[in-house]
């Protein structure tokens, strides 16, 4: 018995982990960038306030290496996912119970129904796009999951996680170039 207790928790720890694969152009010279900027449009496919998060973590993942975002980049970040969520469909009460401290700011809205995020297998891809010559020049993807509890905590820690990851990924393939 404790041998397949022990089979069975390495096999939840293997499906856990992220895998990532890195290409990029060799032929266009990352090293050489500075300044970036999003790309003007980003469909994620996700939550508008998970793409905020995103985009907060991305923009500090690329502050941390020195990269500063500005009106003429030398590269736009982009990014979307592809995921199979699995969603539950909440009111505005439940939302309330769940995150007492920010709505007692905010009269409830009984007639909204909100999703929360119950289970998440993703792919996030994650493009750096060269601004001069409008092409891709480096791009990650990055696989994972999550499953409850889904917590704005650890959809925090998700995404930092693999953000970070991707982008020392970067840095190494700018000083491999």
Known sequence: MKYILTLFLTFLLLSCNT?????YD???????????????????????EETKRVLQIIALELYKQGYKKSETP?????????????????????????NYTASKKEKADTSRIYLETIAIDQFLY??????????????????????????DERLFQYYSERI???FKKFQKSAIDK
């Open 19 to 23: 895998t990532m694969d890195v290409q």
């Open 26 to 48: 060799k032929t266009i010279d990352i090293s050489s960038y500075k300044t970036y900027s999003f790309y003007p449009t980003i469909d994620s496919n996700l939550p508008e």
């Open 74 to 98: 030398d590269f736009y970040v982009n990014f979307f996912v592809d995921e199979n969520s699995l969603y539950r469909p909440i009111s505005s009460e439940e939302k309330k119970k769940l």
């Open 126 to 151: 994650l493009d750096i796009v060269d601004v001069k010559n409008d092409q891709l020049a480096w791009n990650v993807v990055i696989k994972g999951s999550m499953e409850e509890p889904i917590t």
């Open 164 to 166: 970070e990851k991707a």
